[in-house]
Protein backbone atom coordinates (compact mmCIF):
# COMPACT_ATOMS: atom_id res chain seq x y z
CA UNK A 1 0.00 0.00 0.00
CA UNK A 2 1.15 3.66 -0.86
CA UNK A 3 -0.40 6.45 0.96
CA UNK A 4 0.11 10.34 -0.43
CA UNK A 5 -0.90 13.66 -0.28
CA UNK A 6 -1.40 15.02 -3.67
CA UNK A 7 -2.97 18.34 -3.03
CA UNK A 8 -6.24 20.03 -1.40
CA UNK A 9 -9.60 20.91 -1.90
CA UNK A 10 -11.37 24.15 0.58
CA UNK A 11 -8.64 23.22 3.14
CA UNK A 12 -9.06 19.26 2.95
CA UNK A 13 -6.10 17.68 2.24
CA UNK A 14 -6.47 14.84 -0.34
CA UNK A 15 -4.54 11.55 -0.64
CA UNK A 16 -4.00 8.77 -3.03
CA UNK A 17 -3.53 5.05 -2.22
CA UNK A 18 -2.60 2.38 -3.94
CA UNK A 19 -3.35 -0.94 -3.60
CA UNK A 20 -1.62 -3.37 -5.13
CA UNK A 21 -1.03 -7.13 -5.20
CA UNK A 22 0.41 -9.55 -8.69
CA UNK A 23 -3.02 -9.50 -10.02
CA UNK A 24 -4.84 -6.16 -9.62
CA UNK A 25 -3.81 -2.90 -8.63
CA UNK A 26 -6.12 0.12 -7.52
CA UNK A 27 -5.46 3.63 -7.47
CA UNK A 28 -7.89 5.49 -5.06
CA UNK A 29 -8.26 9.41 -4.18
CA UNK A 30 -9.60 10.60 -1.35
CA UNK A 31 -11.61 13.89 -3.14
CA UNK A 32 -15.43 11.80 -4.35
CA UNK A 33 -14.31 8.33 -3.55
CA UNK A 34 -12.40 8.56 -6.63
CA UNK A 35 -11.30 4.92 -8.49
CA UNK A 36 -8.31 6.90 -10.69
CA UNK A 37 -6.80 3.58 -11.99
CA UNK A 38 -7.76 -0.16 -11.75
CA UNK A 39 -5.23 -2.66 -13.53
CA UNK A 40 -6.04 -6.11 -13.80
CA UNK A 41 -4.27 -8.89 -15.88
CA UNK A 42 -6.04 -10.51 -18.72
CA UNK A 43 -5.98 -14.30 -19.84
CA UNK A 44 -2.73 -13.64 -21.90
CA UNK A 45 -0.98 -12.39 -18.86
CA UNK A 46 -1.19 -8.47 -20.21
CA UNK A 47 -2.07 -5.49 -18.05
CA UNK A 48 -5.65 -3.69 -18.67
CA UNK A 49 -6.53 -0.51 -16.99
CA UNK A 50 -10.25 -1.23 -17.13
CA UNK A 51 -11.90 2.43 -15.46
CA UNK A 52 -11.59 5.88 -17.57
CA UNK A 53 -10.71 8.72 -15.44
CA UNK A 54 -8.34 11.60 -15.28
CA UNK A 55 -4.38 11.65 -14.30
CA UNK A 56 -5.20 14.98 -12.44
CA UNK A 57 -6.97 14.80 -9.65
CA UNK A 58 -8.34 18.77 -10.00
CA UNK A 59 -10.42 17.30 -13.04
CA UNK A 60 -12.81 15.24 -10.68
CA UNK A 61 -13.99 18.23 -9.29
CA UNK A 62 -17.45 19.66 -10.20
CA UNK A 63 -17.18 17.17 -13.55
CA UNK A 64 -20.41 16.90 -15.35
CA UNK A 65 -19.49 13.03 -15.89
CA UNK A 66 -19.66 11.57 -12.24
CA UNK A 67 -16.95 9.88 -13.77
CA UNK A 68 -15.04 7.28 -10.90
CA UNK A 69 -16.99 8.48 -8.21
CA UNK A 70 -18.91 7.10 -4.74
CA UNK A 71 -22.31 8.58 -5.14
CA UNK A 72 -24.53 10.17 -2.75
CA UNK A 73 -26.31 10.66 -0.53
CA UNK A 74 -29.10 8.99 -3.17
CA UNK A 75 -27.89 7.68 -6.02
CA UNK A 76 -30.31 8.02 -9.20
CA UNK A 77 -33.10 10.60 -10.13
CA UNK A 78 -35.79 11.70 -7.61
CA UNK A 79 -38.29 12.95 -9.92
CA UNK A 80 -39.71 16.67 -8.77
CA UNK A 81 -36.39 17.21 -6.52
CA UNK A 82 -38.45 16.35 -3.32
CA UNK A 83 -39.84 13.78 -0.98
CA UNK A 84 -42.06 13.56 2.19
CA UNK A 85 -40.95 11.36 5.45
CA UNK A 86 -42.92 11.13 7.77
CA UNK A 87 -45.55 13.83 6.70
CA UNK A 88 -42.58 15.84 6.44
CA UNK A 89 -41.40 17.31 2.91
CA UNK A 90 -38.06 17.95 2.15
CA UNK A 91 -36.81 19.75 -1.20
CA UNK A 92 -33.72 18.80 -2.84
CA UNK A 93 -31.45 20.72 -5.34
CA UNK A 94 -33.01 20.24 -9.29
CA UNK A 95 -29.22 19.67 -11.01
CA UNK A 96 -30.92 17.57 -14.17
CA UNK A 97 -34.39 19.20 -15.17
CA UNK A 98 -36.87 18.61 -13.02
CA UNK A 99 -35.24 15.89 -11.41
CA UNK A 100 -32.90 15.71 -8.82
CA UNK A 101 -29.57 13.46 -9.70
CA UNK A 102 -26.90 11.63 -7.93
CA UNK A 103 -27.53 13.93 -4.44
CA UNK A 104 -26.62 17.55 -6.28
CA UNK A 105 -23.93 19.03 -7.30
CA UNK A 106 -22.33 18.84 -3.70
CA UNK A 107 -22.99 15.15 -3.18
CA UNK A 108 -20.74 12.45 -2.21
CA UNK A 109 -19.15 12.53 -6.18
CA UNK A 110 -17.55 16.62 -5.15
CA UNK A 111 -16.88 16.27 -1.84
CA UNK A 112 -13.82 15.39 0.77
CA UNK A 113 -13.36 11.91 2.24
CA UNK A 114 -10.71 11.40 4.94
CA UNK A 115 -8.63 8.76 4.96
CA UNK A 116 -10.21 6.84 8.47
CA UNK A 117 -7.88 3.44 7.80
CA UNK A 118 -5.43 2.14 5.07
CA UNK A 119 -3.72 -1.23 5.44
CA UNK A 120 -1.94 -3.62 2.84
CA UNK A 121 -5.45 -4.58 1.14
CA UNK A 122 -7.94 -2.13 1.72
CA UNK A 123 -8.61 1.80 2.46
CA UNK A 124 -11.65 3.35 4.42
CA UNK A 125 -12.80 6.77 3.40
CA UNK A 126 -15.61 8.55 5.39
CA UNK A 127 -17.49 11.63 5.08
CA UNK A 128 -19.60 13.53 7.94
CA UNK A 129 -22.53 14.88 6.29
CA UNK A 130 -24.22 17.34 8.10
CA UNK A 131 -28.33 17.67 8.35
CA UNK A 132 -29.14 19.35 5.89
CA UNK A 133 -26.75 18.67 3.31
CA UNK A 134 -28.08 18.79 0.01
CA UNK A 135 -31.92 19.15 1.57
CA UNK A 136 -31.64 15.72 3.01
CA UNK A 137 -32.54 15.41 6.98
CA UNK A 138 -30.15 14.61 9.13
CA UNK A 139 -26.42 14.08 9.65
CA UNK A 140 -25.01 10.72 7.77
CA UNK A 141 -21.73 9.15 8.93
CA UNK A 142 -20.47 7.26 5.66
CA UNK A 143 -17.77 5.01 5.21
CA UNK A 144 -16.35 3.24 2.03
CA UNK A 145 -13.83 0.50 2.03
CA UNK A 146 -12.34 -0.49 -1.16
CA UNK A 147 -10.05 -3.71 -0.94
CA UNK A 148 -8.30 -6.07 -2.92
CA UNK A 149 -8.27 -10.17 -3.39
CA UNK A 150 -6.21 -11.73 -5.53
CA UNK A 151 -8.36 -11.31 -8.17
CA UNK A 152 -11.33 -8.95 -7.10
CA UNK A 153 -12.07 -5.15 -5.99
CA UNK A 154 -14.70 -5.01 -3.40
CA UNK A 155 -16.52 -1.14 -2.45
CA UNK A 156 -18.33 -1.69 0.60
CA UNK A 157 -20.82 0.64 1.56
CA UNK A 158 -21.74 1.88 5.66
CA UNK A 159 -23.92 4.57 7.14
CA UNK A 160 -25.75 5.63 9.73
CA UNK A 161 -28.12 8.73 10.81
CA UNK A 162 -29.33 10.55 13.89
CA UNK A 163 -32.55 11.06 11.78
CA UNK A 164 -34.73 8.89 9.21
CA UNK A 165 -33.68 9.77 6.02
CA UNK A 166 -33.17 8.61 2.29
CA UNK A 167 -29.57 6.50 1.43
CA UNK A 168 -28.67 4.86 -1.66
CA UNK A 169 -25.06 4.56 -2.39
CA UNK A 170 -23.05 3.48 -4.94
CA UNK A 171 -20.18 3.72 -7.47
CA UNK A 172 -20.19 5.57 -11.01
CA UNK A 173 -17.16 3.80 -12.57
CA UNK A 174 -17.06 3.86 -16.36
CA UNK A 175 -15.99 0.46 -17.04
CA UNK A 176 -13.73 -0.45 -20.42
CA UNK A 177 -12.18 -3.58 -20.74
CA UNK A 178 -9.82 -3.48 -24.47
CA UNK A 179 -7.17 -2.70 -24.43
CA UNK A 180 -6.76 0.47 -25.88
CA UNK A 181 -9.43 3.00 -24.30
CA UNK A 182 -9.37 4.97 -27.54
CA UNK A 183 -12.08 3.06 -29.10
CA UNK A 184 -15.49 2.25 -26.98
CA UNK A 185 -17.56 -0.49 -25.57
CA UNK A 186 -19.75 -1.33 -28.20
CA UNK A 187 -18.12 -4.85 -29.07
CA UNK A 188 -17.95 -5.55 -25.51
CA UNK A 189 -20.53 -8.47 -24.66
CA UNK A 190 -22.58 -7.71 -21.98
CA UNK A 191 -24.81 -10.56 -19.48
CA UNK A 192 -27.18 -9.50 -17.31
CA UNK A 193 -28.54 -11.62 -14.44
CA UNK A 194 -32.27 -9.70 -14.61
CA UNK A 195 -35.75 -10.82 -16.10
CA UNK A 196 -37.22 -7.04 -15.55
CA UNK A 197 -36.68 -3.45 -15.81
CA UNK A 198 -37.86 -0.54 -14.41
CA UNK A 199 -39.50 1.63 -17.14
CA UNK A 200 -38.25 5.67 -17.21
CA UNK A 201 -40.37 8.49 -18.74
CA UNK A 202 -38.50 11.74 -21.05
CA UNK A 203 -36.96 12.86 -17.89
CA UNK A 204 -35.42 9.46 -17.80
CA UNK A 205 -36.92 8.83 -14.31
CA UNK A 206 -38.98 6.17 -13.00
CA UNK A 207 -42.45 5.91 -13.98
CA UNK A 208 -42.69 2.94 -11.06
CA UNK A 209 -43.96 0.59 -13.88
CA UNK A 210 -41.67 -2.75 -14.10
CA UNK A 211 -41.38 -4.28 -17.33
CA UNK A 212 -39.88 -7.92 -18.15
CA UNK A 213 -37.57 -7.82 -20.58
CA UNK A 214 -38.55 -11.13 -23.02
CA UNK A 215 -38.60 -9.80 -26.22
CA UNK A 216 -36.74 -6.34 -25.99
CA UNK A 217 -33.32 -5.59 -26.56
CA UNK A 218 -32.91 -4.94 -23.01
CA UNK A 219 -33.06 -9.17 -22.76
CA UNK A 220 -29.19 -9.51 -21.92
CA UNK A 221 -29.65 -13.19 -19.96
CA UNK A 222 -27.75 -14.92 -22.80
CA UNK A 223 -25.17 -12.08 -23.06
CA UNK A 224 -25.38 -9.43 -26.08
CA UNK A 225 -22.95 -6.99 -27.90
CA UNK A 226 -23.52 -3.88 -26.42
CA UNK A 227 -23.66 -2.16 -30.13
CA UNK A 228 -26.39 -4.37 -31.07
CA UNK A 229 -28.86 -3.19 -28.51
CA UNK A 230 -28.03 0.73 -27.67
CA UNK A 231 -28.89 1.69 -31.20
CA UNK A 232 -32.34 -0.65 -31.24
CA UNK A 233 -35.43 0.66 -32.11
CA UNK A 234 -37.06 0.65 -29.06
CA UNK A 235 -38.94 3.47 -27.42
CA UNK A 236 -37.31 3.06 -24.18
CA UNK A 237 -33.92 2.77 -25.28
CA UNK A 238 -34.53 5.94 -27.07
CA UNK A 239 -35.99 7.49 -23.82
CA UNK A 240 -32.16 6.51 -22.70
CA UNK A 241 -30.35 7.43 -25.39
CA UNK A 242 -28.74 3.51 -24.89
CA UNK A 243 -28.96 1.82 -21.94
CA UNK A 244 -30.08 4.51 -18.99
CA UNK A 245 -31.86 1.96 -17.33
CA UNK A 246 -32.33 0.32 -13.63
CA UNK A 247 -32.51 -3.63 -14.21
CA UNK A 248 -34.57 -5.71 -11.30
CA UNK A 249 -32.26 -8.40 -10.10
CA UNK A 250 -33.49 -12.04 -10.40
CA UNK A 251 -31.65 -13.20 -6.84
CA UNK A 252 -33.54 -12.99 -3.60
CA UNK A 253 -33.76 -9.27 -1.90
CA UNK A 254 -30.98 -8.55 0.18
CA UNK A 255 -28.69 -11.68 -0.78
CA UNK A 256 -25.60 -11.57 -1.97
CA UNK A 257 -25.34 -12.85 -5.99
CA UNK A 258 -24.56 -11.95 -9.22
CA UNK A 259 -25.08 -9.03 -11.42
CA UNK A 260 -23.79 -8.91 -14.17
CA UNK A 261 -20.62 -10.08 -16.15
CA UNK A 262 -18.62 -8.15 -19.44
CA UNK A 263 -16.41 -9.80 -21.58
CA UNK A 264 -13.81 -7.84 -23.87
CA UNK A 265 -14.44 -7.97 -27.35
CA UNK A 266 -11.12 -10.20 -27.89
CA UNK A 267 -12.48 -12.33 -25.32
CA UNK A 268 -9.11 -11.66 -23.17
CA UNK A 269 -10.89 -10.10 -20.47
CA UNK A 270 -14.00 -11.00 -18.41
CA UNK A 271 -15.45 -8.68 -15.52
CA UNK A 272 -18.04 -10.31 -13.21
CA UNK A 273 -20.03 -8.14 -10.77
CA UNK A 274 -22.18 -8.95 -7.62
CA UNK A 275 -23.74 -7.55 -5.27
CA UNK A 276 -26.15 -7.42 -1.98
CA UNK A 277 -28.20 -4.37 -4.12
CA UNK A 278 -31.46 -5.24 -5.50
CA UNK A 279 -31.10 -3.48 -8.87
CA UNK A 280 -28.31 -1.85 -10.99
CA UNK A 281 -28.46 0.73 -13.54
CA UNK A 282 -26.18 0.34 -16.47
CA UNK A 283 -25.27 2.99 -18.46
CA UNK A 284 -23.87 2.82 -21.41
CA UNK A 285 -21.83 6.64 -21.58
CA UNK A 286 -24.32 7.96 -23.99
CA UNK A 287 -24.05 11.42 -23.12
CA UNK A 288 -19.76 11.19 -23.03
CA UNK A 289 -19.48 14.05 -25.78
CA UNK A 290 -15.90 14.14 -26.81
CA UNK A 291 -15.35 17.02 -24.57
CA UNK A 292 -13.39 15.33 -21.97
CA UNK A 293 -9.93 13.88 -22.28
CA UNK A 294 -8.65 11.38 -19.75
CA UNK A 295 -5.56 9.03 -18.70
CA UNK A 296 -3.22 8.95 -21.88
CA UNK A 297 -4.61 11.37 -23.97
CA UNK A 298 -7.91 9.40 -24.41
CA UNK A 299 -10.98 11.76 -25.30
CA UNK A 300 -14.19 10.12 -24.38
CA UNK A 301 -16.40 9.79 -26.99
CA UNK A 302 -20.12 8.59 -26.61
CA UNK A 303 -20.38 4.87 -25.46
CA UNK A 304 -16.57 5.48 -24.16
CA UNK A 305 -17.47 3.54 -20.90
CA UNK A 306 -20.02 1.46 -19.23
CA UNK A 307 -21.19 1.70 -15.93
CA UNK A 308 -23.10 -0.70 -13.34
CA UNK A 309 -24.07 1.01 -10.62
CA UNK A 310 -25.70 -1.32 -8.64
CA UNK A 311 -28.33 -0.10 -6.29
CA UNK A 312 -31.83 -0.13 -4.78
CA UNK A 313 -34.36 1.10 -7.70
CA UNK A 314 -34.87 4.73 -8.87
CA UNK A 315 -37.02 7.22 -7.51
CA UNK A 316 -37.78 4.45 -4.94
CA UNK A 317 -38.81 6.95 -2.45
CA UNK A 318 -41.82 7.78 -4.18
CA UNK A 319 -43.16 3.69 -4.77
CA UNK A 320 -43.78 1.82 -2.28
CA UNK A 321 -43.63 -1.31 -4.48
CA UNK A 322 -40.24 -0.55 -5.01
CA UNK A 323 -36.97 -1.66 -1.99
CA UNK A 324 -37.06 1.11 0.18
CA UNK A 325 -34.04 3.75 0.19
CA UNK A 326 -35.40 5.11 3.68
CA UNK A 327 -32.71 4.56 6.62
CA UNK A 328 -34.65 4.47 10.12
CA UNK A 329 -32.36 6.88 12.69
CA UNK A 330 -29.66 4.25 14.30
CA UNK A 331 -30.25 1.70 11.49
CA UNK A 332 -26.76 0.96 10.21
CA UNK A 333 -27.13 0.69 6.13
CA UNK A 334 -24.65 -1.75 5.00
CA UNK A 335 -24.07 -2.56 1.02
CA UNK A 336 -21.51 -4.29 -0.52
CA UNK A 337 -20.42 -4.94 -4.46
CA UNK A 338 -17.53 -6.97 -5.97
CA UNK A 339 -16.00 -6.73 -8.88
CA UNK A 340 -13.86 -10.08 -10.01
CA UNK A 341 -11.83 -10.32 -13.20
CA UNK A 342 -11.05 -13.85 -15.11
Given at each position: ????????????????V???????A??????????Q????????????????????????L?Q?????????????????A????????????????P????????????????????A????????L?????G????QL?????????????????T???????????????????????R??????????????????D??????????S???????C?????I???????D?????????N???V??????????????T???????????S??????????????????????????????L?????????A??????P???????K????K????F?
Open positions: MKREQIGSVNACKVERILENSRIAVIFSYGGVLSLKVKDRAGKTRDVVLGFSDFADYDGFYIGTVIGRCANRISGSFDIGGQAFSLEANEGNHLHGGSHGFWNVSFEVLDAEDFVTLRYSPDGDGYPGDTRITFSLTETALRIDYAVSNRDTVVNLTHHSYFNLEKDHGNILDETLTLYANAFTEIDACSSTGRILVEGTPFDRQGARGDRVFAESQMKKGSGFHNYLEKPLGTFGPVAEVSSDGLLTMRVEDQPGVQVYSGNYLDNSLTGKNGEVYQPFAGCLETQTYPDIHFPHFSPLLPQGIYQRTRFSR
